[in-house]
């Protein structure tokens, strides 16, 4: 029998290598892409065809994405996630024995069915398995492992690039096997999601693994009752429903959900940011920094990219979600405001740059070129603490629990969906309509804004089943953060008390009274009621005032 460890920490450090795996895959590519040796080798790509390239990683992990909650229902989240580490090994492999452009596209489909599968996944383990107090913490990690793996494999490809041949980017992508065997192997000593174990009866390792992360060994420590009592009741409630499927995160009451968790993903790309990292050397390029000053200023944002990401770790189940988003979209909207303008004002068109007829712009001007690089570093630094986790972690927590491997898998389906058409269109984007690429941005990041404050409760320091009772109770998102526990109980009794008294019994034909109006036989106590049913029992729907008014900004 293998000794499984059970910190929180550990697990998620082991587990969020699948975040590696995409960071390795995006600088992969982005640290080649105007390298003479690749280029030669693949015949000097055009647009379209290093778009097809890029975002051939990306229409693999929509697949991935869409059968990642099969996979995870059925197998559990810990070996779904083997699954995906496994199809990464293979994946690699194909791309560092390439011999030409189509195996080079074949091998990045595979690997992005792993990163699918990684991607939404991983995040849903974690998150059912930490304590709720430093949930956005460990989910925060899965992102910050994905900057470790953009800046590891960025250095590794440069470092690689002073070779010659083919070898240069074969040896580079051959590297990407080892975070790959390392996931495969560390998840062996990790337990299985309690909550994708109680969905199988499987309840005495289920209390065992809650047991061991909240209660420190203690079996009947308050933490342990609760969260297993709560998980026994979300079970039993999932029963009565039929099994899941995609359609049913339309169904009603769960659309509105659906949409939102969507919404996060889609709008994580919309920020632009993997343009600045798949395209990165354009920019720069198009900046004036070519050849390895255009490497090494790339990189810095790379660092940037795994420092900034630390504050959202450490502070993320302080600050809250929502702030953190609608700050990270503002500030994204601003730099990139200034990145187009400066480029349009002090830039002018090319042929092409250094023989790269995808660049078609460049900004003589040594200041403005500089100003431009600096709004670059402030635009990673302020996604990696915002929208960089917040997406993820945002997504692996709203769902409930019979949804939430199916949900994030499509949720997660989405955000490759967008990867894949910006990772296509850019490249021609820039050739056509140049730094206009991130007016069209800036305007994404401003529309998110709104979207978020208006539709995206706030769901900081809550259990994931408690999350559950802010959309059932449908709560507006810009009061969720004031909203207590036992505040939502009290609503949701309130609530169904009202209801109950709107429904009229059928064996007394005269129940059908307006639901205003009030008896006055309470009068002298300062509370009222609502009309009973049966005249015998006329203070058996008796609301209190007071109740009702101190609730009332829940409704």
Known sequence: ??????????????????????GFDVSSVSAFVDNPTYREFFNYPDDVKQGGITSAMAGGSFFGSLISGRISDILGRRYAVQCGAIIWIIGSLVQCTVQNTTQLIIGRLISGVAIGICSSQVPVYIAELSPKKIRGRLVGL?????TWGVMIMFFISYGCSFMTGAKSFRIAWGLQIVPGALLLSALVF????????ATKDRWDEATNVITHIQGGGDMDHPDVLVEMQEIREVVRIDRMSKDVSVFD???????????????AQMWQQLTGINVMMYYVVYTFAM????????LISSSVQYVINVIMTVPAILFIDKWGRRPLLLTGSTFMALWLFLVGGIMGQYGHYVDSLNGNSAIKWTVPNRSAAQSIIAFN?????????SWGPGAWIYVSEIF???QRAIANGFCASINWTFNFLLAFCVPPGFKYIQWRVYIIFAIFCVTMTFHVFFMFPETKGKTLE???LIWEENIPPWKSGRIEVADLEVHRDLRSRVEKDKTPRREDPNAFHELGEVSSSNNSSGTSTLCSDDPGEENSGAVDRTSIDSNSRLI
């Open 190 to 197: 990790f337990p299985e999601s309690p909550r994708w174990l």
């Open 377 to 385: 570093y402030l635009f990673v630094g302020t996604f990696a603490p």
């Open 249 to 263: 995160l339309f169904a009603p009451g769960s659309r509105l959900r659906t949409f939102v968790g969507a919404s």
């Open 142 to 146: 899965f992102q910050w492992a994905i």
């Open 287 to 294: 900046a004036g920094y070519e050849g390895n000053a255009g």
């Open 466 to 468: 408690e999350v559950d």
């Open 400 to 402: 409930p629990l019979k």
């Open 1 to 22: 029998m293998v000794l499984k460890t059970y910190n929180p920490y550990v697990v998620a450090a082991a587990a969020t290598i699948g975040g590696m795996l995409f």
